[in-house]
Structures are given as C-alpha cells and as structure tokens.
C-alpha cells in the first residue's frame, strides 16, 4: 500500500498492521496524525466552505463598493460633510419645518430689501436725468423762443424801414413765448406792458392775437417811435425839429433824445429806463 486514507468509513480492506493508526470518531476513522512543526492532520472542510464563503463576501462587498463610486464619483466630501451638519442643526424632524420656514422668511427678506434699494437707486438716477432733461429741453426752448422773437422782429422791423439797433430791444421787452390755447406749441405774442395781458389784432373783426409786424407798424406811427423810422418826420410835442446837442432832456411829461444818440444803442437804453423809472414818455427829437 503506497498511501493511509486519512478517513475511511471501516478498517476492511486496510492491512491489519495500519489498524493501529486509526481512530474512531463517531462512524468514521481517522487517521491519528501526531502534529510536527505546525502541520497536522485536521477536517479542513469547514475551514475551505468558510473561506469560499469569505470570498463570495469580498466580491459582492467589492461589486457593491464599486457601484457605490460610481453613483457617488461626483459628491464633494466637504460639502456633504457641511450638508450634514446642517441637517443636525436642523435637529428633529419636528423642527424642521418650522426652520425651514424661518430661513426662507430670512432669505425673502434679504431679496426684498435689496429689490427696494436697487429699485430706489434706479428711480433716484431716473428722476435726476428726467428732470436734468427737463432743465436742458426749457434751456433750449427758452433760446429757440429768443431767436424765433429776435429774427421776426429784425424781419419786420427791416421790412418796415426801421433801425433795427433802436427798435428791437423795445420790441423783445413787450413780446413773450407762450402756449398755444391747445398747449401743444408755442408762439410770440405782444403783451400789455401795464396788464400783462396778451394783446389782440388791430385788426377790424380779427380776434387773432397782436403779430410782432402790426406791433412794428403800431412804433412806426406812433410819436415816441416814429422817428426811429426811414421818411419819418414827426416830433414830439414841445420838440424841436434840429437835433440836440447829443444829451437826453426832460420837457414836461417827456423824456427827449436826439436822432443821432437814439441811434446809440447804450445812450438809448439809458434814456429808455429814465423814463421809464420817471413815468415818462420817451421822444426822439
């Protein structure tokens, strides 16, 4: 016999002299194997289904593992750490709810208040460039208005025959730019010095307002401005008919200048506002 069985279930057909060597446990015999340097004879089969066992546990924990990696793969640590923390902060699910609430009460908050400060910021710039607009658009109004009275006096005055020098800063002090009736524009009429009020046509039957050239031909016929006019030979009440020595009078109810200072335009301007500030009328002699 080249080899022992190390467990057989009867001695029969085992030589006699190896008899010796077995040891019955329960229906079996074993081979009695004394153990030598950390070998012996020993039932590994539990041992080798353990170990198969421990392997189907690795793998499936590995497959498991992996899976796990893969739908995690993205999750930052940091931030589930943080995510969980929260959560504790939480505390029971009892408050939760409620402490959502709260800090979505906090968060509409913030939005709110920051809605109306950019809202305020954004209707402050608004207003200021509004009424910077309005400012510069009256600007411009204010000077179209000047130049439109300006050129249709200098037009009418020219057409008239009058000094344009003399007649027009009279003409600028009693015409004003106002709104039409409709007030969608605005037009030059002459205004009643002493009223205020916008005069109407000469006119027979007009109920137009008063034009800067009927208000032109009003000075040309008129004593006081009469001479300030091309042809024109009228004088005023107790004037003479030569010219003065260059110097504004008073005679009476009136203020006098010369043809040749009425033609100076600071000389006239001086004399206007003596009379005026006098109560007089002013006569160029």
């Known amino acids: 016999m080249d080899q022992l069985n190390a467990q057989v279930e009867s001695l029969e057909g085992i030589d006699e002299a190896f008899h010796g060597l077995y040891k019955q446990d ?4 074993r081979l009695n194997v004394a153990p030598v340097g950390g070998f012996e004879l020993a039932n590994t089969s539990s041992l080798k289904k353990a170990l198969e066992t421990e392997r189907s546990t690795a793998k499936t924990t590995a497959s498991e ?3 796990l990696q893969q739908a995690y793969k993205d999750l ?4 589930a750490r943080a995510a969980l923390k929260k959560i504790e902060e939480l505390g029971d699910d009892a408050d939760v709810e409620s402490k959502v609430n709260s800090l979505l009460e906090q968060r509409q908050a913030q939005l709110e208040k920051k809605f109306q400060t950019q809202s305020e910021k954004l209707t402050s710039d608004l207003n200021s460039k509004v009424t910077a607009a ?25 057409s008239a025959g009058g000094s344009i020098p003399l007649l027009l800063p009279v003409i600028k002090d009693l015409v004003q730019m106002r709104k039409s009736e409709d007030g969608k524009t ?9 009223t205020g009020n916008v005069r109407l046509s000469t006119k027979s039957g007009s109920a137009e307002n008063m034009t800067i050239a009927e208000l032109v031909e009003e000075l040309k016929s008129s004593e006081q401005f009469g001479r300030a006019f091309d042809g024109s030979g009228a004088s005023g009440s107790g004037s003479s008919g030569g010219s003065s020595s260059g110097n504004s009078g ?12 009425a033609k100076n335009v600071r000389k006239y301007r001086a004399a206007r506002e003596r009379a005026v500030k006098e109560g007089k009328q002013l006569l160029i002699v």
């Open 76 to 79: 930052d640590p940091d931030a």
């Open 134 to 158: 309005q400012q510069e658009a009256e600007s411009l109004e204010s000077q179209l208005g000047k130049v439109m009275i300006e050129n249709t006096a200098t037009a009418a005055i020219s």
């Open 65 to 67: 593992l992996e899976k």
């Open 26 to 29: 329960g229906d079996v015999f």
């Open 186 to 194: 605005r037009e030059a009429v002459v205004i009643d010095p002493q």
């Open 250 to 261: 008073s005679t009476g109810d009136s203020i006098t200048i010369s043809q040749a200072d």
